[in-house]
């Protein structure tokens, strides 16, 4: 999701982008999409999605969507945080290329990202990202300006402190599992107010429940910030290059994550409620890695003159308007306010919203394919620079 700050700095990033990034961030956002259809979907929104955060597996459709849910769960979340990392990195070299003091107006840029993420969460939907990433970049910025060795003692401090953290609430969920079964009377307040209700009474829910709606984004600031360094390490180290040594990396990650990967989906499958926190941010890093590495060698493989690789590269570089644009066409579909699909399609299971998915998809790389034909820039990114380039 990068911004530039000047028209000189943007003809810059055009004219060194490179193809791999533009790509893995399309892929983020797409599958970002892929783990929150699924709260667009529950005729209780995010409500029915907290009283009930794992399915019964008891027929083939419920295991379709298991399956599809774990394989999207926490990893593309990670793929994203990362990336965003890559970005402040970036950033920050062609800071440092013109001359100009860092962080700087950088932090300009990050108020402006949590200005739009605040926006995000009262006015689209409850587990918006911007607003944690914003922060997370503040500190990170100040962060990259240390020694390699500094800046790998940070990430250890802050995974290690993450990794605490979610060990003291998987703890108190094996003591205290949650409920096998929903409570009937809050799935029915989901209902009347994400299958029934006003776009207005939605963004009041989150007004009044912003401590709990928000809580999750305060909760993984360490992993943020150890996912940030991370990708800002990998992009150093040259991961994400066409060289021989970008491949070396790349097989290493590519072995890293074939293991993490069947790992995490047997936590996710068979490890019930009081493994929700290991299977969304413990083993996702590792498979967000293997993600990386599969997607560089699609992109090598198909690179020359592929319309799928130049659709998903055009949302990767319009990655917050698309990022926005799928929230908002998500809650147009599904909420009462809107066309209502959610309380439509939950008779027919998952695979009414597999299909619908697919079709967002689509949706998404056309749209950005035929606006960058003839814009530079997203219409979020365009404001975004707008309002950058204001003081």
């Known amino acids: 999701m990068e911004v530039a700050g000047t028209t000189t700095a943007s003809r810059e990033v055009r004219s060194t982008r490179n193809a791999l990034l533009d790509v893995a961030r399309g892929v983020a956002i797409l599958g970002t ?3 929150n259809i699924w709260i667009f979907a529950n005729p209780a929104g995010i409500i029915g999605l ?3 955060p794992v399915l019964p597996l008891d027929d083939a459709a419920s295991w379709a969507e298991a399956v599809f849910r774990s394989l999207a769960n926490g990893k593309f979340l990670a793929l994203l945080t990362i990336l965003f990392g890559v970005g402040i990195e970036i950033q920050r070299r062609s800071a440092e290329r013109r001359g100009q003091r860092w962080p700087g107006r950088y932090l300009w840029r990050a108020a402006i990202l949590l200005l739009d993420g605040i926006l995000h969460y009262l006015l689209v939907v409850e587990f918006d990202i911007l ?19 500094a800046q790998r003692r940070w990430m250890i401090t802050a ?11 998987t703890v108190a969920l094996l003591a205290d599992p949650l409920p096998t079964a929903p409570d009937p009377a809050v799935l029915a307040e989901g209902v009347r107010l994400f299958a ?22 305060i909760f993984v600031i360490p992993y943020s910030v150890m996912l940030f360094l991370a990708g800002a390490k990998l992009y150093r180290a040259g991961a994400f290059d066409a060289s021989s040594r970008g491949r070396q990396l790349r097989t290493r990650m590519l072995i890293i994550g074939s293991v993490a990967l069947p790992a995490n989906m047997a936590v996710g499958l068979a490890g019930g409620s009081s493994l929700l926190m290991v299977d969304r941010y413990i083993l996702p890093p590792l498979v967000a890695l293997f993600y990386i590495a599969l997607t560089a060698i699609v992109v090598d493989r198909l690179r020359a003159g592929s319309p799928l690789i130049a659709g998903v590269s055009n949302v990767g570089r319009m990655a917050l308007s698309c990022y926005i644009g799928q929230n908002i066409v998500g809650s147009i579909l599904f909420y009462g306010w809107g066309f209502g699909l959610a309380a439509t399609l939950e008779p027919h299971g998952p695979w009414p919203v597999f299909a619908i998915y697919l079709a967002l998809c689509a949706a998404l790389i ?21 309002v950058y380039e204001l003081p």
């Open 366 to 386: 056309v749209f950005s394919t035929v606006w960058l034909r003839f814009f530079q820039q997203g219409p979020f990114e365009a404001a975004w620079r707008y």
């Open 159 to 169: 995974g290690t402190v993450h990794v605490l953290l979610v060990s003291l609430v």
């Open 196 to 217: 029934d209700g006003t776009w207005w009474e939605q963004v009041q829910f989150r007004v009044e429940h912003a401590g709990m709606l928000r809580a999750e984004a």
């Open 50 to 52: 907290l009283e009930q």
């Open 131 to 149: 607003m944690g990433y914003a922060v997370t970049s503040m500190i990170v910025a100040y962060l990259v300006l240390t020694s390699d060795t």
């Open 33 to 35: 999409l892929a783990t």
